[in-house]
Nanobody, 121 residues
Framework: QVQLVESGGGSVQPGGSLTLSCAASGSFLSIGVMGWYRQAAGKQRELVATITRTGRPNYADSVKGRFTISRDNAKNTVYLQMSSLKPEDTAVYRC???????????????WGQGTQVTVSS
């Protein structure tokens, strides 16, 4: 019902910047909270940031001041602007979203397939 597709991943040098995008499509009525998670090789998945439909953000302590989450409701897209990137930011980044479906079901959680971010010299 809801498909999420991430884009914008790649390789950057430490201190560099990168912006990820996640576009939602499908037969939903609305998208609620959207967020970004990441999982480094051999580690557990962790929260990066979330944002409400009205634009209220929350961040993991590890990315505060460096990452900015935003969204464009008209495009059903959430973004993650990353700056001052560190090697420890290397991970597969996945977006998620809560949605209300056309059939009336609420709180449905969807996940994207992920995009790789690599920070190295």
């Amino acid at each position: 019902q809801v498909q999420l597709v991430e884009s914008g991943g790649g390789s950057v040098q430490p201190g560099g910047s990168l912006t990820l995008s996640c576009a939602a499509s499908g037969s939903f009525l609305s998208i609620g909270v959207m967020g970004w998670y990441r999982q480094a090789a051999g580690k557990q998945r962790e929260l990066v940031a979330t944002i409400t439909r009205t634009g209220r953000p929350n961040y993991a302590d590890s990315v505060k001041g460096r990452f900015t989450i935003s969204r464009d409701n008209a495009k059903n897209t959430v973004y993650l602007q990353m700056s001052s990137l560190k090697p420890e930011d290397t991970a597969v980044y996945r977006c998620n979203a809560q949605s209300t479906l056309v059939g009336g079901t609420t709180g449905v959680l969807s996940w994207g397939q992920g995009t790789q971010v690599t920070v190295s010299s």
